[in-house]
């Protein structure tokens, strides 16, 4: 939507700009409309970024959020449609020159309202402990914030539109960044980010709370049904998991059928309830799935003190829960089934 939204703007700012000042009513047309278009493209630019933010750190958006997001764009672009009638955010006077009404200014305080919050929703998840090495919001905000306040400052300046476009390239760099941080089938984080987590708890204090999950049977269901079923059943697992944890943590695929879920410092539940909330996910996917066989998980977990023995081997700690947790499941249940 940003990039569409970029794309636009800066095919309609430079026509617009043409023809401002020049006579004629196709002039005065394309100056009234081709301003509403961009003040409309204003108005999806902040709740998209909001937007964005909170689904790459894995936000859940309330309904309350989305509901405020959805009535701040519907709001400001029905304020355009009465401005093409009574003249209140910007004016086209008799020479076909665009000028400015006090209503211009509701569009820059809503648009640097909402990058703030942007901001706000980034910063409060990494106060939470959410492990956020990725997306400089800075990248983005630095430059549409000069564009902002030059072309408010310098009336006849076209600059918004252009710092927006090195934003949004600025973003979609450090997203194609972050790519080598995620596992490809399933979109959950790999291995190479459970590195940096485990680096980045022993600087922050050290303690971190983690689980081990390993999926039982996962051979048979290849075996039995396809590794394409193989591959359904690993992402149905990522997002059982990712439904679970919300916005409680991050869920990394280790090594084929092993995940491990990191929670934030925040985590307002025990390990021991976390691993009972997964497993009652998991059963009520298997109700609900319709598919020939059942996913099933072992899991182990702790809540780990890294800093005073920066030696410990996080992951063969939770290797050992996860298997104590594997013994009790086989204890019950056929090893070939």
């Known amino acids: 939507m940003m990039i569409v939204c970029v794309i636009i703007a800066c095919t309609v700012d430079p026509v617009v700009f043409y023809h401002d000042g020049r006579p004629g009513l ?19 630019l902040g709740p998209a970024y ?46 076909n020159r665009y000028y400015r009404l006090p209503l211009y200014w509701l569009y820059i305080v809503a648009e640097a309202f909402l990058l703030l919050y942007g901001q706000h929703v980034y910063f409060a998840a990494k106060r939470r402990g959410r492990y956020l090495s990725f997306f400089p919001t800075w990248q983005f905000l630095m430059p549409i ?50 590195n940096d987590v485990i680096e980045t708890a022993k600087n922050r204090g050290g ?8 999926m039982n049977g996962f051979k048979l269901i290849n075996d039995n049904y396809s590794h394409t079923e193989g591959d359904n059943a690993l ?40 691993k009972t ?21 072992s899991i182990g977990g702790d809540v780990f003190d890294l800093k005073n023995n920066q030696n410990f081997d996080l992951i063969s700690e939770l290797d050992k829960l996860m298997y104590a947790d594997k013994a009790i499941y086989y204890q019950h249940n056929n090893r070939r089934k």
């Open 277 to 297: 909330y997964i497993l009652k996910a998991i059963d009520d996917y298997n109700d609900s799935s319709q598919k020939p066989y059942k996913l099933s998980a």
């Open 26 to 44: 196709i002039s005065r047309y394309i100056i009234l409309f081709g301003n509403s278009i961009l003040f409309s493209l204003n108005a999806i």
């Open 145 to 194: 914030t000069v564009g902002m306040l030059g072309q408010s400052i310098w009336y006849g300046t076209s600059l918004i539109w252009p710092c927006v476009g090195v934003s949004v390239c600025c973003i979609a760099l450090s997203l194609q960044n972050e790519g080598i941080y995620l596992d490809k089938l399933t979109g959950a984080f790999n291995r190479f980010y459970l």
């Open 235 to 274: 992402i149905a697992m990522t997002r059982i998991l990712n439904k679970v944890v919300a916005t409680n943590g991050v869920v990394i695929r280790f090594a084929g059928d092993e995940f491990i879920i990191i929670l934030d410092k925040t985590s307002h539940h025990s390990i021991a309830e976390y």
């Open 50 to 95: 909001v937007t964005l933010i909170s689904n790459h750190i894995n936000e859940h958006q309330s309904q309350r959020q989305k509901a405020f997001l959805i009535a701040t764009c519907a709001l400001e672009i029905f304020i355009l449609f009465v401005n093409i009638i009574i003249p209140i955010v910007f004016g086209i006077d008799d020479s």
């Open 207 to 214: 303690i971190i709370s983690a689980l081990m999950l390993d």
